[in-house]
């Protein structure tokens, strides 16, 4: 079956600028996961979603930062007033549910200029 | 927070060769995942190690968890290049919850025909 698809695959936007990136779960997954990963580094959680709430958010680094999952499928997390530190690789995963192995989507490629 | 150094940080072989990497804590944790990530992909998970002195064998792959539950090790016998990756392990939060997994920074291997 399809994976956790991510989209857009690669963003550039300006420093200042708003931005949203989308995650497609694999359809049945109740868990959705939200990491940042930034060169030279492994991934750093951001966010946990179990359905449509979110769980856990201790790992979003500030307020500009935001996710959301309403209908407890798509996610979409949101960035404000972009800086240039933000630059980074978007990971998403879900998984069956809470605990369970989880499966990443290719990422996100952030560049704020 | 519970830090997970991997060494070496980059390692190029040639085809044919073997090699070992490694994942060091200061704490004991309750599990151990491997994963590997290719150019533009996310982490796929290659296997779980729960127990103190468990072995796993995934073909040529070899996961070893430290009798202590602080370090664990993947061996590649007879490396070739389809196994050029980013190698990462990761640990759940405490609590054995493995809903926010904390990644080491891997070691980058580049096996080379």
């Known amino acids: 079956g399809a994976g956790v698809s991510q989209t857009p695959s690669n963003k550039v936007t300006e420093k200042g600028k708003y931005v949203e990136l989308r995650c497609d779960p694999i359809?049945?997954?109740?868990?959705l996961y939200w990491y940042r990963q930034s060169l030279g580094q492994g991934p750093e959680f951001l966010i946990y979603?179990?359905?449509?709430?979110?769980?856990?958010d201790s790992g979003l680094p500030n307020d500009r930062f935001f996710a959301v999952r309403p209908e407890g499928s798509v996610s979409t997390l949101k960035i404000q007033r972009t800086e240039r530190g933000d630059s980074a690789v978007y990971l998403c995963?879900?998984?069956?549910?809470?605990?369970?192995?989880?499966?990443f989507g290719p990422g996100t490629r952030l560049t704020v200029l | 927070t519970q830090l997970l150094e991997q060494s070496p940080q980059f390692l190029s072989i040639q085809e044919g060769e073997n090699l070992t990497v490694y994942c060091n804590s200061s704490?004991?944790?309750?599990?151990l995942q491997w994963y590997r990530q290719e150019p533009g992909e996310g982490p796929v998970l290659l296997v779980t190690?729960?127990?103190?002195?468990e072995v796993k064998k995934l073909k040529r792959l070899t996961f070893q968890f430290g009798d202590a539950r602080k370090d664990s090790s993947l061996h590649i016998t007879a490396a070739q290049p389809g196994d050029t990756g980013l190698y990462l392990c990761?640990?759940?939060?405490?609590?054995?919850?493995?809903?926010?997994?904390?990644f080491g920074k891997g070691t980058l291997l580049t096996v080379n025909p």
């Open positions: 190690v729960v127990t103190g002195g």
């Open positions: 979603f179990q359905g449509t709430g979110a769980a856990d």
């Open positions: 704490s004991v944790f309750s599990s």
């Open positions: 995963a879900s998984s069956q549910t809470f605990g369970d192995e989880q499966f």
């Open positions: 359809s049945g997954h109740t868990a």
């Open positions: 990761a640990r759940g939060n405490s609590g054995g919850s493995n809903y926010k997994l904390t």
